[in-house]
């Protein structure tokens, strides 16, 4: 989060998405794992956030600025992938978390707007789905 602020003031919502591009999807952070660490760096005095526009914009301080200075290799570091390029999967794995992020979305959307009928039909679609996908592996696919 240190090397993205580093760039721009972000709310955390943003740090989010851009974690995700940067690491073309294979690292999705939630907002429970982003703001309790934007949280502990405030209170450590490496960033601030003030209210603009309804959201906290954090941005580094004069402390978090020396904390982050001279680290650009390692931050560059950071948004590798963790596949190898020439991994032949690598391209079946990303069209798969493209998929998966897409679903996560419209499981979102229901989770908040949907009815509890809704809420709970997307569960069993859910649920079929995941037994569906292991049925799939469980397959004989050499014949």
Not at 75 to 84: H, I, T
Not at 90 to 105: E, F, M, N, T
């Amino acid at each position: 989060m240190l090397a993205l602020l580093t760039e721009e003031p972000m709310h955390g919502y943003q740090i989010m998405q851009e974690i995700r591009r940067r690491t073309n999807e294979e690292w999705r952070p939630s907002p429970g794992s982003i703001y309790p660490i934007l949280q502990q760096l405030e209170d450590e005095g490496l960033v601030r956030s003030d209210a603009s526009g309804g959201r906290r914009v954090v941005q580094l301080t004069e402390a978090g600025r020396e904390h982050v200075a001279g680290r650009e290799e390692e931050f560059a570091g950071l948004w590798e992938s963790r596949v190898a390029d020439d991994d032949p999967s690598v391209d079946r794995v990303h069209a798969l978390y493209k998929q998966l992020g897409d679903l996560s979305g419209a499981a979102g959307q229901v989770a908040y707007t949907g009815t509890d009928a809704q809420f709970a039909e997307v569960r069993k679609v859910l649920n079929e789905a995941r037994r569906r996908i292991y049925g799939v592996l469980a397959e004989d696919t050499e014949d």
